[in-house]
């Protein structure tokens, strides 16, 4: 009788990447038109209105989405130092990027912010490294050093020789849609992806609801005599951008795996330059979409940097952003 031969290791099935790219790419298809739907909304409504009853309308949502899911239960609830790990995530992407972006959308067209927001997941790996106490390699802080050149030389050439006041909204846009990304990547891997975003929506209620309720107040009669493309455009941003994508996103993220799908954030600067176009009409030139080109190449090549770096699931390509951040 012939020796038998040793057991084969069962071969690693590779993840439903097909399926899984689908859903991301749908996911960072709603998160790209947040600026271009943004800028409807502020064009009738006060953009810190916007930005923070979005917030609350999008709670609620999530709220009903932790219910349905059993997850308001006290053996389900965050725990301990989740709380404040959720707050800053808050901070960042609930409360910090919606506000700033919006207060920019006030002044810039959606084209400019679709090239400065581009720079999000370099920025969000920025925080991660520091987060996980990290030395990225010098190809991945030569990428970061680049991209921001070329973003603030894009926003210096349309600036007519100067940064814009819009363009200081973008920048903390950034940069508070990056922390919160990071922190609350590294919390989804704790509490899971749904739950983080849900929960860091829920805990921004106590703070938001006073807010809302005195802004409306406040603008009664303008919030009144907004148009319905202005409530179009906030509903799309509070729904939307601020919920459904999240859906889709993580489910994505799921399916396909985190490297992979993550890699379509990359397409969502290119598809806010197409929402600004049709949505806005506004106009796409050469020198835009060239730097449009420019700097996701340099996205591209420092995430890779930064991923070569991560022994762990990157936490950049949990982020959606940034488009929106939550965005």
């Known amino acids: 009788m012939p020796a038998s031969r040793p057991a084969s290791p069962p071969p690693t099935s590779a993840p439903p990447a097909s ?10 298809a709603i998160f790209s038109q947040t600026l271009p739907f943004t800028r409807m909304a502020v064009a009738e409504l006060d953009p810190i209105f916007v930005a ?16 349905w899911r059993g997850a308001l239960s006290a053996s389900r609830r965050p725990r301990g130092g989740q709380w404040p790990r959720l707050a800053v995530t808050a901070l960042g992407v609930v409360a910090g990027f919606p506000l700033f972006s919006s207060l920019a959308m006030r002044e810039v067209p959606a084209s400019h912010g679709a090239i400065v927001i581009g720079l999000l997941p370099l ?13 990225p390699s010098p190809a991945f802080w030569l990428s970061a ?6 973003v603030v030389g894009f926003a210096v050439w349309q600036g007519a020789g100067g940064l814009q006041h819009a363009d200081w909204y973008l ?3 950034v940069v508070l849609g ?13 509490l899971g992806g749904l739950e983080t975003i849900s929960w860091a ?10 807010l809302v309720a005195w802004l409306i107040l406040r603008d009664l009669p303008a919030i009144a005599a907004a148009s319905p493309r202005a409530w179009s455009g906030m509903a799309y941003v509070s729904v939307f951008s601020m919920f459904v994508g999240f859906l889709f996103w993580y489910a994505g993220l799921a399916k396909g795996g985190v490297a992979r799908v993550g ?7 290119f598809l806010t330059l197409a929402g600004g176009a049709l949505i806005l009409s506004e106009p796409l030139d050469a020198p835009t979409i060239a730097f449009a080109v420019a700097v996701i190449a340099v996205v591209a090549l420092g995430r890779r940097a930064a991923v070569r770096q991560t022994a762990p699931a990157p936490v950049t390509a949990t982020s959606p952003v940034l488009p929106g951040r939550i965005h």
């Open 145 to 150: 050093v680049a991209g921001s050149a070329l």
């Open 201 to 210: 929506l829920v805990v921004s209620l106590p703070v938001l609801v006073p």
């Open 171 to 173: 920048f903390a846009a």
């Open 123 to 135: 920025a969000t790996a920025v925080f991660a490294a520091w987060f996980g106490r990290e030395r």
């Open 178 to 190: 990056a922390l919160g990304y990071a922190e609350g990547g590294k919390l989804s891997r704790e």
């Open 263 to 269: 890699q379509i954030q990359l397409l969502q600067p």
């Open 52 to 67: 923070l009853a979005r917030a609350v309308l999008a709670a609620l949502l999530a709220l009903a989405l932790l219910a």
């Open 19 to 28: 399926g899984g790219m689908l859903l991301g790419f749908v996911g960072v």
